[in-house]
């Protein structure tokens, strides 16, 4: 890839000149469509990004939220893909991911408190779709255990149209108060630019442009140069010495280098300012000889923050990086001139920062939108599909995967991965932290806008479900190749959809990340809007999803009496039309997070991938099983979100809260003997814990 002709025209006309070799590099990567978002951006002011506890939206490395009622306490969101580059080399493409969204929250002024990540792979029985998942949860796993941050939650798909181009999508919460708050705008003319951790090397060289282009069918070998290679004990390190630095109030501004390296990091960091700045590439702390100025700019290095800091203060930054054996280069100042960059004495890059950073032209890009559905529902025997369904290892048991994520670590865990969402105790606030993160690729396959509506719709009844009220979010829209007009149709769908639906919930969207361009040979993915939605409760407490075995069981919410989207189909082939969804979700999302605070309430769990028999399924333990009933098949796979069956001692209760909400229907008891009996329409299906365990064990049986 190289810097299109429309696009060096723009940039002659501007500079009044030809570019040298390094600014046609620079402006070929940050007017990326990874990092300008030139398809994406004209979409995204279909979001609502503003609210009273909003502190720093959309723009930064993360976004900063207040938490209600404790102004004093603030907490980041940040979300990235890491796509392309764990195609190439899953472990390190994972890892890198990790590390990248992580120095996000860093130069924010955040320590980092939890991680989720959200997979998507093809067909699982596919040898290479295992290759990949293996391969990119040990990166994961190697890297967030090794710097202490714990993997609470995410999600993990299997879809036929990601064999040639998986996703990987990585979100990072972080914990600061007000007075540590750092933002990616410089301040003043005169300040010392200084890179902190790891030396430069060649690694990840192009990787922006790589994340924009289509996977070739030789993308394994040829690309292999533009992944990254992480060292978490570095960032480990860094995210300690980046602790220092805020305590002891050495940083006015910050920004992590990841896209485009250094050239990217210091001159967007330098425009939000309305700034220039004077480096010297050859102040650069290398750990390879004879780099050249192109490679210093753009090469990816891992383990790297570049700061804005006080002439009289680099001394002690300095000082603290060596404490932490972290390299440290004073590589310029700020300016109030053009962003130039020296190298050996010759000037290599003089151009305005704002014009590098933002000047990028937008695409006008044509779409079209998908067809409706027929309805075409196939006739299956209940024991056939209910058993086809739960052991899918789209529904299955993650158990596999984040059994490898160290979890607990931090000791804020209080809900742990498999459940509907993840609970972190902010003891600083007094406060409950739920996290849900995840997409469904059948649901906006399906139906793009109201899929993506329905994953909206779907995080935030699981946060409801561990008694969580949504406070924000934050989106990684994953898409094809844009200037195919049926791919943008079905981006343009999601991005409408999930901004809708947030806008109803009134649940701001705060940040997030585009990555475009993921299409290969096997064709283009599904529009995948990977949604990380927290929410706040008032304690660390939550139902647990599994029954205790002394309640009645109720079904809350409404049926969409359609089965477009679901798992069953996906089994079975056939089509239908996507479920309607409520009018009112608000009102379901707050009857739901009231009847979990019910001291009569003893478990809860949300109804969506898999419809009604997985969750009946995934409720089922050891000492607490179920006895229930459904009217019919469709009755038990549609997975119309923003229901969930609820076990209870005081089904009155359930019922008062949710009149005029939603329909409350009774679908059985607990029972205390651990064995699923399920009758649909006349036909009784029974399994016992063990029978059910080895149904859902599917991952573990084939990848152990």
Known sequence: MSLRDSDRAIVERELGREPTGAEA???????????????SRPLLTAFDSGGEQVVV????????????????????????SHNHPSYVDPFDGAATGVGGIVRDTLSMGA????????????????????????????????????????????????????????????????????????????????????????????????????????????????????????????????????????????????????AAGLG????????????????????????E?????????????????????????VERVRELAERFDLGCSVIGEVTDGNYVCTFEGETVVDVPAEFLADGAPMNDLDSVEPAEAEVDRPDVAPAEAFESVVRSPNTASKRWVYRQYDHEVGNRTSVRPGDDAALVAIREAGKGLAISAGADPNWTSAAPYEGARAVAFENATNLAAKGARPLAAVDCLNGGNPEKPDVYGG???????????????????????????????????PPTPTLAMVGVSDTYDAPPASVAGEGTLLV?????????????????????????????????????????????????????HGGLAVTLAEMVGRDGGVDAAVDSVGDCFEETPGRAVVETTAPEHVRERFDDVAPVAEVGEATGDGTLTLDVVGETLTYGYEEIQELRDVLTRELE
């Open 25 to 39: 590099a620079l402006f070929e990567n940050l007017w990326s469509e990874h990092c300008a978002y030139r398809s």
């Open 57 to 80: 939206g959309p723009g930064d490395d993360a976004a900063v939220v207040a938490l209600p009622g404790k102004e004093d306490v603030y907490i980041t969101l940040g979300i990235e």
């Open 111 to 258: 320590y980092p408190i939890a991680l989720t990540d959200s997979l998507y792979f093809g067909p699982f029985e596919n040898e290479h779709s295992r290759y990949l998942l293996e391969g990119v949860v040990e990166g994961i796993s190697h890297y967030g255990n090794c710097i202490g941050v714990p993997t609470v939650g995410g999600s993990v798909c299997f879809h036929p149209d990601y064999e040639g181009n998986p996703l990987v999508n990585v979100a990072c919460v972080g914990l600061l108060s007000p007075e540590r708050l750092v933002t990616a705008e410089a301040q003043s003319p005169g300040n010392e630019l200084v890179l902190v951790g790891n030396a430069t090397g060649r690694d990840g060289l192009g990787g922006a442009s790589f994340a924009s282009e289509d996977l070739s069918e030789d993308a394994e070998t040829e690309d292999r140069p533009a992944v990254q290679v992480g060292d978490p004990y570095a960032e480990k390190l860094l995210i300690e010495c980046n602790e220092a630095l805020i305590d002891e109030g050495l940083v006015l501004a910050a920004r992590d280098l990841g």
């Open 264 to 287: 990217g990091a210091s001159s967007e960091l330098v425009a939000k300012g309305d700034l220039g700045a004077r480096i010297e590439l050859d102040r650069v702390h290398q750990r």
């Open 289 to 313: 000889p004879d780099m050249n100025a192109l490679e210093i700019l753009l090469a990816e290095s891992q383990e790297r923050m570049c700061y804005e800091v006080a002439p009289e203060n």
């Open 491 to 525: 981006f343009r769908g999601i991005v409408d959809g999930l901004a809708d639906m947030c806008r109803t919930l009134s649940v701001p969207v705060v940040g997030g990340n585009v990555s475009l361009y993921n299409d290969s040979v096997s064709g283009p993915i």
């Open 556 to 608: 809350v919410g409404a049926s969409g009496d359609a089965l477009g989207g679901s798992e069953f189909l996906a089994q079975f082939g056939g089509s239908d039309r996507f479920p309607t969804l409520p009018e009112e979700p608000t009102a379901v999302v707050d009857a739901l997070a009231d009847v979990a605070g019910q001291e009569s309430t003893l478990a809860v769990h949300d109804v969506s």
